[in-house]
C-alpha cells in the first residue's frame, strides 16, 4: 500500500537555527514527490515537485531533496514568516490515468523571533 | 498557476442535513479533484471530477453520501449529504496533472 510519513510531527526553531523535516515514502512506482506549505484556514500552496533520486530544488531558504525512500525540507537560517504546515506527498505511477496525491500528515513548524 | 475559488468559505449545518460546496477555477481544467482534510489527519482524496463523465469515487466514499457535478470546464460541486457530526472537516477542491494546486478551502462543522 503506498504511503507517505512525515517527520517530526512538530518542529520548534529559533528564527537562525537550521534543521529538515523527513518524507519516507513507500509507493509501487513514483511519478512524483510533492511539498506544499499550508498556512492556518488555508487550502495548501504548491513548493515543489521532485521526480527521481538525487534531484534538488531549491527556494529562497527552502531546499527539497529526494532519495529512493525518503524526501527532506532543509531550511536555512529560519525566519517567523516560515512558520506554517508542511506536507509532504506522493503521486504514484498507476495502471489508469490519474493524478491522485498521497499525503502525509505534515510537520507543524513554529519559528520564534 | 490556476486561480481557485470555494464557496462557503465555511458553514456550520445540523445533522441530517445537505451542504453544497462550489470550486470555480480562472481557466479550463481537464480534471478536478476533491479533497478532506480532517482534524489531525492527512488530505485524503475524495474523488476524481472530469468535465462530461461520472466523478470516480476513492475507497471509502461514496456517490449517495457525496454526490459531484462538473457541468463544464472551470466549475464543480460537491455535496455532503445526510451530514453526521464525524463529516465535520475541510473540504478541499484542486486542479492540475504533474502539480496540484489547491483552492482555499471549505471548512464544515456539523453539529
Known amino acids: 500500500e503506498d504511503q507517505v510519513t512525515q517527520s517530526p510531527e512538530a518542529l520548534r526553531l529559533q528564527e537562525g537555527e537550521s534543521s529538515s523535516l523527513n518524507c519516507s515514502y513507500t509507493?509501487?512506482?513514483?511519478?512524483?514527490l510533492f511539498w506544499y506549505r499550508q498556512d492556518p484556514g488555508k487550502g495548501p500552496e504548491f513548493l515543489f515537485t521532485?521526480?527521481?533520486a538525487g534531484e534538488e530544488k531549491e527556494k529562497e531558504r527552502l531546499k527539497a531533496t529526494l532519495t529512493k525512500k525518503e524526501s527532506f525540507l532543509h531550511i536555512t537560517a529560519p525566519k517567523p514568516e516560515d512558520s506554517a504546515t508542511y506536507l509532504c506527498?506522493?503521486?504514484?505511477?498507476?495502471?489508469?490515468?490519474?493524478?491522485?496525491?498521497?499525503f502525509g500528515t505534515g510537520t507543524l513548524l513554529a519559528v520564534q523571533p | 498557476s490556476a486561480v481557485i475559488s470555494q464557496k462557503p468559505s465555511r458553514d456550520i449545518c445540523q445533522r441530517g442535513t445537505s451542504l453544497t460546496i462550489q470550486c470555480q477555477v480562472d481557466?479550463?481544467?481537464?480534471?478536478m479533484f476533491w479533497y478532506r482534510q480532517q482534524p489531525g489527519q492527512s488530505l485524503t482524496l475524495i474523488a476524481t471530477?472530469?468535465?462530461?463523465?461520472?466523478?470516480?469515487?476513492e475507497s471509502g466514499f461514496v456517490i449517495d453520501k457525496f454526490p459531484i457535478s462538473r457541468p463544464n470546464l472551470t466549475f464543480s460541486t460537491l455535496t455532503v449529504s445526510n451530514m453526521s457530526p464525524e463529516d465535520s472537516s475541510i473540504y478541499l477542491c484542486?486542479?492540475?496533472?504533474?502539480?496540484?494546486?489547491f483552492g482555499p478551502g471549505t471548512r464544515l462543522t456539523v453539529l
Open positions: 484542486s486542479v492540475g496533472t504533474a502539480q496540484q494546486y
Open positions: 481557466s479550463q481544467v481537464t480534471m
Open positions: 521532485l521526480y527521481s
Open positions: 506527498a506522493v503521486q504514484a505511477i498507476l495502471g489508469g490515468a490519474t493524478n491522485k496525491l498521497i
Open positions: 509507493v509501487s512506482g513514483l511519478r512524483g
Open positions: 471530477a472530469n468535465q462530461g463523465s461520472e466523478a470516480t469515487y
